[in-house]
C-alpha cells in the first residue's frame, strides 16, 4: 500500500475547464514533488516543494499551478490545459532535499493520476 | 539532453536466472543512484540505492553496481522470478537536492 495518496485516480477534462490534482502524506515528509510521465518516457520532475516552499520549477507552463498549503498536502491546479498535457501526473515525497549519507535520497511516489485532455 | 540512459527498451529471462538491468549516464555531478519499479497502473516503488562513493550495493536478490569512470550502473537480479517482472528506470540525484533524473526504462519479463 502506497503511504501517498493521490486523488483522482482518474480525470478528463476539456481545455476550458479548471480542474484540480490532489496529494497527500502522513509521513512526515517535508519535500513533496509533482512528476508528469508520458507513456513509453521516464517521469519528469515538474515542480519540488521543500517545507512548503517551491524549492524547483522545471519551467512548467503557467497552466500547471502547484500549490502546497501544508505539509501533508499538495496540490496541482489546473486550467486551459491542452490535449498534449495528457499524461500520468505522480506526485512523491521523501523525508528532505538536503545531501545526507544517512538520507538515501528514497522518493515514495503515489499511484498517479491519469489526466485526458480533450 | 538525456542526462540518464537505459539504452535496452525490453529483457527476457529464464526464471531462476540473472537479470542484468544496465543504466549509463552523463552528468559527473551525479553523486546518488536509484533504482525503482514500475508495475502498470501504479507510481514506481523504490528497490535500491548506491552512493557514489561505494561501488557496490547489495540487499537480498538484488544488487547494484557502480563504475564511476564509465559512468555506468548495473542492477543484478538473482535468481530472477516471475513477481519480478515490471519496468525499472535508474535515476540520479544532483547537488540541486531534490532532483532526481529518471532514464527511459527497461521492461523486465521473467518466464517460468
Known amino acids: 500500500d502506497t503511504e501517498v495518496t493521490q486523488t483522482p485516480k482518474h480525470l478528463v477534462m476539456g481545455m476550458t475547464n479548471k480542474k484540480s490534482l490532489k496529494c497527500e502524506q502522513h509521513?512526515?515528509?517535508?519535500?513533496m514533488y509533482w512528476y508528469k510521465q508520458k507513456a513509453k518516457k521516464p517521469p519528469e520532475l515538474m515542480f519540488v516543494?521543500?517545507?512548503?516552499?517551491?524549492?524547483i520549477n522545471e519551467s512548467v507552463p503557467s497552466r500547471f499551478s502547484p500549490e502546497c498549503p501544508n505539509s501533508s498536502l499538495l496540490n496541482l491546479h489546473l486550467h486551459a490545459l491542452q490535449p498534449e498535457d495528457s499524461a500520468l501526473y505522480l506526485c512523491a515525497s521523501s523525508r528532505r532535499l538536503a545531501k545526507n549519507p544517512s538520507n538515501t535520497g528514497e522518493l515514495f511516489f503515489g499511484e498517479g493520476s491519469r489526466l485526458t485532455v480533450l | 539532453d538525456q542526462q540518464v540512459k537505459q539504452n535496452s527498451p525490453s529483457l527476457s529471462v529464464q526464471e531462476g536466472r540473472i537479470s542484468i538491468l544496465n543504466c549509463d549516464y552523463t552528468?559527473?555531478?551525479?553523486?546518488?543512484f536509484l533504482w525503482y519499479k514500475k508495475y502498470p497502473a501504479e507510481g514506481p516503488t523504490f528497490l535500491i540505492s548506491i552512493s557514489s562513493i561505494k561501488d557496490k550495493n547489495e540487499d537480498g536478490r538484488f544488487t547494484v553496481f557502480l563504475n564511476k569512470s564509465a559512468k555506468h550502473l548495473s542492477l543484478h537480479i538473482v535468481p530472477s522470478q516471475p513477481g519480478d517482472s515490471a519496468v525499472y528506470f535508474c535515476?540520479?540525484?544532483?547537488?540541486?537536492?531534490?532532483?532526481?533524473?529518471f532514464g527511459q526504462g527497461t521492461e523486465l519479463s521473467v518466464k517460468p
Open positions: 509521513m512526515g515528509h517535508r519535500a
Open positions: 516543494y521543500s517545507y512548503e516552499k517551491l524549492s
Open positions: 552528468n559527473s555531478m551525479f553523486d546518488y
Open positions: 535515476a540520479a540525484s544532483d547537488d540541486q537536492g531534490g532532483k532526481l533524473i
